[in-house]
């Protein structure tokens, strides 16, 4: 069992940036896919940006490619999604996921989600 906590959300203007954090706790998520999805009001959930486990590769959302950055630090057990240069339209509740398993950005094959944190941008 994983359990993911995320911080970091708020109020931003467009065009500021944000960090998000997402602790994982009891195990490392060293070999774990790990990954960012975002959910606006009235839409469905969407992937944002993940990373593969033990290779560490990225892979984001055409909507956030150049703005948006993952990392993880396995040591510590947590992973980051900087954002920057933020739109109106990246409001959202973002939520932090998990798979124990081959990399796969599907809602549906993630095992493990955080609560979520609210990102809202205003014009």
């Known amino acids: 069992q994983v359990q993911l906590v995320e911080s970091g959300g708020g109020l931003v203007q467009a065009g500021g940036s944000l960090r998000l954090s997402c602790a994982a706790s009891?195990?490392?998520?060293?070999?774990?896919?790990m990954a960012w999805f975002r959910q606006a009001p009235g839409k469905e959930r969407e992937f944002a940006a993940g990373?593969?486990?033990?290779?560490?590769?990225?892979y984001y959302a055409d909507s956030v490619k150049g703005r948006f950055t993952i990392s993880r630090d396995n040591a510590a057990n947590t992973v980051y999604l900087q954002m920057n240069r933020l739109k109106p339209e990246d409001t959202a509740v973002y939520y932090c996921?998990?798979?124990?398993?081959?990399?796969?950005?599907?809602?549906?094959?993630?095992?493990?989600w955080g609560k979520g944190t609210l990102v809202t941008v205003s014009s």
């Open positions: 996921a998990a798979r124990n398993g081959p990399v796969s950005w599907s809602v549906v094959d993630m095992d493990y």
């Open positions: 009891p195990r490392t998520i060293r070999a774990y896919t």
């Open positions: 990373s593969g486990g033990w290779s560490g590769s990225t």
